[in-house]
């Protein structure tokens, strides 16, 4: 069963030699990423987006770390947004997308085969374009050639899991300008404020009883976690966890929103991973001998996602927030181990750029503290060569 020393964690030494790409340091310049982005989406003339003009519709193209970005555009936009949004990780390019729409397309290295296909489609059907990727790159230069905007990244940006507000600012900002949604440069400033006080708090020199990040580490690692969201948008956050914890600590992770996912989620406090239940952790039995009665299995997790409260409660959040109580509640009660992270109030983006932070340094604290590297995978680079001598 997997397990982490306490001490491990706390060891900076040791985590920088198990951390072969620098990825806490990465995931550490997220508040920098934002107020570079905003730089270097004004140098490239974000104004000028959609030629200036409200769009019939958007359509983000993205995959892998990145595609997170076309789901937090959806969760924002949708409350206000005069214009639908859409994801797309691949071609086809949907057939009503025309002159009139605007096709978005993200790629850190701008090689992406599904996003710079899309932009390619999109740029033969004359939709203004917006990519956001590598300036030396074959998506920048499909987009100067239709004369879309191109945004390009900064230095020093090696992954999407760890550059994700490299490539998410320019995209809000440009949606901003368009009137889909509500994060202009003031706003973006105060998101990257908020990714400098969560690096300031799970920084590696931080011992782990006071550290938010390394304490969920501990806890999730004898575990098989699920994350769970409260709302939209934190349910979005629980998504992102969800890769996070499957791509960098390779827990094989589930995530969930409230309240549609309240029952898959709870029918789960029955299975082989709780030990009420299924009769996890050697059948829960703690005078249970390993090597008699087998080893101890992993229990049951459950990372617990929660958007802050409003400052004036409505009935439908009081609601919400009152079945989160319960779940929680009965997931202690069935042996499940809980780790609760709840937003600080402020901006939504700011809100949802917190609990992402969150889960993405638990996750790589959970990597490093298995033993395992959080930027390399073994086998993610044996299927990508399988992939092409194929």
């Known amino acids: 069963m997997p397990f982490i020393e ?111 296909a899309l932009a390619a489609e999109a740029a033969r059907r004359g939709c203004a374009l917006l990519t956001v990727g590598a300036d ?16 390009g990244v900064g230095r020093d940006r090696t992954s999407s899991r760890t550059s994700l507000w490299t490539l998410l600012t320019p995209v809000l900002l440009a949606a901003d300008q368009l009137g889909l949604l509500d994060a202009d440069a003031a706003a973006l400033a105060t998101v990257a404020d908020r990714l400098d006080e969560v690096a300031e708090t799970c920084r590696p020199s931080s011992e782990s009883f006071v550290n938010p990040a390394k304490l969920a580490a501990l806890t999730l690692a004898e575990t098989v976690p699920m994350t769970l969201g409260d709302n939209p948008l934190s349910g979005v956050a629980a998504q992102r966890a969800g890769t996070m914890l499957a791509r960098t600590a390779r827990m094989p992770a589930t995530w969930g929103e409230l309240p549609d996912a309240a029952s898959q989620v709870v029918a789960c406090f029955d299975g082989p991973f709780t030990a009420g239940g299924g009769q996890g952790a050697m059948n829960g039995d703690i005078f249970a001998d390993p ?36 779940l929680v509640e009965t997931a202690r009660e069935a042996g499940v181990k809980v780790v609760e992270q709840v937003a600080t109030d402020g901006h939504p983006v700011a809100r949802l750029a917190e609990l992402m932070a969150g889960s993405d340094y638990a996750a790589t604290y959970l990597a490093l503290g298995l033993g395992l590297d959080p930027s390399i995978s073994p086998h993610v680079a044996d299927l990508r060569d399988r992939t092409e001598r194929g």
């Open 136 to 151: 030396d790159s074959p998506l920048a230069g499909v987009t100067r050639q239709a004369r879309g905007v191109h945004i």
């Open 291 to 326: 090597f008699l009665d087998a080893p101890a299995q992993p229990t049951l997790g459950l990372l617990m996602l929660r958007d802050a409260s409003p400052a004036e409660p409505t009935p439908e959040r009081a609601q919400a927030e009152a079945l989160a109580d319960a």
């Open 6 to 116: 306490e001490a491990a964690l706390d060891d900076v030494d040791l985590l920088s030699a198990r951390d072969s790409r620098d990825t806490l340091r990465a995931l550490a310049t997220a508040g920098a990423q934002v107020r570079e982005a905003l730089t270097l989406a004004e140098e490239a003339g974000v104004e000028r987006v959609s030629y200036g003009e409200r769009p019939r519709s958007v359509l983000v193209g993205a995959l892998g770390g990145s595609a997170v970005v076309g789901d937090v555009l959806d969760l924002l936009a949708e409350p206000g947004s005069p214009v639908p949004v859409t994801a797309r990780r691949d071609l086809p390019l949907p057939g009503w997308v025309g002159p009139l729409d605007l096709v978005v397309a993200v790629s850190l290295s701008g090689r992406a085969p599904g996003p710079v």
